[in-house]
């Protein structure tokens, strides 16, 4: 069982309050929409769950792990605790963060390899089947520079996938991308969602978002002012600022 809670997250970065006590709960197969103007504190929150950001306070529980982070005294986390979670969580940036001067498939071999110490021809069969799953099967032998941001977006999919973790988190993943690029992206992680991936994934696609997404979460200055099922959301939106939002995104 992969169930991930989240409970009064809070993190300020010099006296600005970015997450001001985020608690929800993820379980197995759910895909979360996290929804929010820029600066509302989605990113922040995807950053917290995956420890490159440390909370300030509150409690992050996947599975049997749990970590506590108390503002009165600096929480420090063990290596172990750390790789022990992103063993659990994978994560998709805007901006693909793959290695440029190493092939796809040396891309996603890497951590595999020398962070999990697994067989390294086992390891290749297994990155080969999963760019052919995201449509990449012809190119890995091609480096970053060389593939389109579709390409490279695809390609940092599977290599996060490549450590098999049981909760995905994506952090605006098209919005780097050429408009042409978005629906080949968001057609793969479709299909994850069908294969029963946990998904959490910081959106502008309400489209992608109402078709997608189980559950919803509307952020606005650090604080969820509206969460619940997706279909209900967008079609009863019960608060004002909500309703606003969902208007802005439609014109």
Same mark, same amino acid.
């Given at each position: ?103 796809? %498939? ?70 780097? %991308? ?74």
């Amino acid at each position: 069982m992969n169930k991930l809670q989240i409970q009064d997250i809070y993190k300020s970065f010099h006296e600005h309050a970015v997450l001001q006590g985020v608690s929800f709960t993820a379980n197995k197969g759910d895909v979360v929409a996290l929804m929010g103007s820029s600066g509302s504190g989605k990113s922040t929150l995807l950053r917290c769950i995956n420890l490159l950001t440390v909370p300030d306070d509150g409690i992050i529980q996947i599975d049997n792990q749990v970590l506590r982070f108390n503002a009165s005294e600096k929480t420090v986390l063990s290596n172990k605790e750390i790789v022990e979670l992103r063993k659990k969580v994978g994560m998709v940036f805007q901006q693909f963060n793959l290695w440029a001067h190493m092939t796809v %498939l040396e891309n996603l071999i890497e951590a595999p390899v020398h962070v999990l110490k697994q067989n390294r021809r086992d390891t290749i069969a297994e990155a080969k089947k999963l760019l052919a799953k995201v449509g990449l099967a012809d190119k890995l032998d091609r480096y970053p520079g060389q593939l389109s941001g579709g390409q490279q977006q695809r390609a940092a999919i599977a290599r996060s996938l490549m450590m098999k973790p049981e909760i995905m988190l994506f952090d605006e993943p098209t919005s780097a %991308l050429d408009p042409e690029m978005v629906g080949e992206v968001l057609n793969v992680m479709q299909q994850l969602a069908n294969e029963g991936m946990t998904m959490l994934v910081a959106t502008h696609e309400l489209g992608f978002a109402r078709r997608v997404a189980n559950q919803s979460i509307f952020l606005d200055a650090g604080r969820i002012v509206e969460q619940g099922e997706t279909k209900t959301m967008f079609s009863n939106p019960q608060t004002p600022r909500f309703r606003r939002f969902l208007e802005a995104m439609q014109h």
